[in-house]
Antibody, heavy 121, light 106 residues
Framework: EVQLVQSRAEVKKPGESLKISCKGSGYSFTSYWIAWVRQMPGKGPEWMGNIYPGDSDTRYSPSFQGQVTLSVDKSISTAYLQWSGLRASDTAMYYC??????????????WGQGTLVTVSS | AIQMTQSPSSLSASVGDRVTITCRASQGIRNDLGWYQQKPGKAPKLLIFGASSLQSGVPSRFSGSGSGRDFTLTISSLQPEDSATYYCLQDYNSYTFGQGTKLEIK
C-alpha cells in the first residue's frame, strides 16, 4: 500500500524550533516530489513548497520562502518540514502529499494524515 | 499569483440532487486544475485531475469540466457520504487552492 505517515502532534512555545516528518512507503520514494501544505484552523489549504527526494531539489511558495526549510533523508524515505523560530501564527495542521504526473498533468494523489502543530506560550 | 474563486462558499442539498460547484481562475490555466474533497479531521482526497480526469477509485457520480478560466465539479446524484468541503487547486503556475465549498446534506 502506498502511504505517507506523518509524525505526531506537537505543542511548542514561540521561538522554539521544530522538525516534523513524513515517511513514504509502498512506492519509489525518490521518484516523486513531496509537497507540504498548511491548513490553519477553519481555513483552506495553502501550498508551502515541494521537494524532490531524488536530488533534494526544492521549490518554495513565496509566502513561505525563508520561513521554513524542507529537507529529505532518502535513506529512510522521509521528508521533513522545519522551523527555526516558531510563532503563534504557525499553529496549523500540516500535510505532506505525493505529487504524481502524467501527460503534462499533475496532481497530489497520496496524503499523509497530517501533523497538528500548536504554538502557544 | 493566480487567484482561484470558488462558488458557492456553502450549499445544502438533498440526497439524489445534482450539485455543481464552480471555480474561476484569475487568468487562463489551460486544464491544470484538480478537485479535492476534505472531510472534518481528514486530509484532502483527490477526486479529479486535469480538470476532467476521474481519479482511480472515485465514484463515477463525480465529474469535472472546464478549461481556461472556468471549471465545474458536478456530483450527479448526491449521497450522504458526500458531505464535505470541496476545494479546487490550480497547478498551472505554482499552486493555489480555492477557498472551499462546504456541502451539507439536508
Amino acid at each position: 500500500e502506498v502511504q505517507l505517515v506523518q509524525s505526531r502532534a506537537e505543542v511548542k512555545k514561540p521561538g522554539e524550533s521544530l522538525k516534523i516528518s513524513c515517511k513514504g512507503s509502498g512506492y519509489s520514494f525518490t521518484s516523486y516530489w513531496i509537497a507540504w501544505v498548511r491548513q490553519m484552523p477553519g481555513k483552506g489549504p495553502e501550498w508551502m513548497g515541494n521537494i524532490y527526494p531524488g536530488d533534494s531539489d526544492t521549490r518554495y511558495s513565496p509566502s513561505f520562502q525563508g520561513q521554513v526549510t524542507l529537507s529529505v533523508d532518502k535513506s529512510i524515505s522521509t521528508a521533513y518540514l522545519q522551523w527555526s523560530g516558531l510563532r503563534a501564527s504557525d499553529t496549523a495542521m500540516y500535510y505532506c502529499a505525493r505529487r504524481d504526473t502524467s501527460n503534462f498533468l499533475e496532481w497530489f494523489d497520496v496524503w499523509g494524515q497530517g501533523t497538528l502543530v500548536t504554538v502557544s506560550s | 499569483a493566480i487567484q482561484m474563486t470558488q462558488s458557492p462558499s456553502s450549499l445544502s442539498a438533498s440526497v439524489g440532487d445534482r450539485v455543481t460547484i464552480t471555480c474561476r481562475a484569475s487568468q487562463g490555466i489551460r486544464n491544470d486544475l484538480g478537485w479535492y474533497q476534505q472531510k472534518p479531521g481528514k486530509a484532502p482526497k483527490l477526486l479529479i485531475f486535469g480538470a476532467s480526469s476521474l481519479q482511480s477509485g472515485v465514484p463515477s457520480r463525480f465529474s469535472g469540466s472546464g478549461s481556461g478560466r472556468d471549471f465545474t465539479l458536478t456530483i450527479s446524484s448526491l449521497q450522504p457520504e458526500d458531505s464535505a468541503t470541496y476545494y479546487c487547486l490550480q497547478d498551472y503556475n505554482s499552486y493555489t487552492f480555492g477557498q472551499g465549498t462546504k456541502l451539507e446534506i439536508k
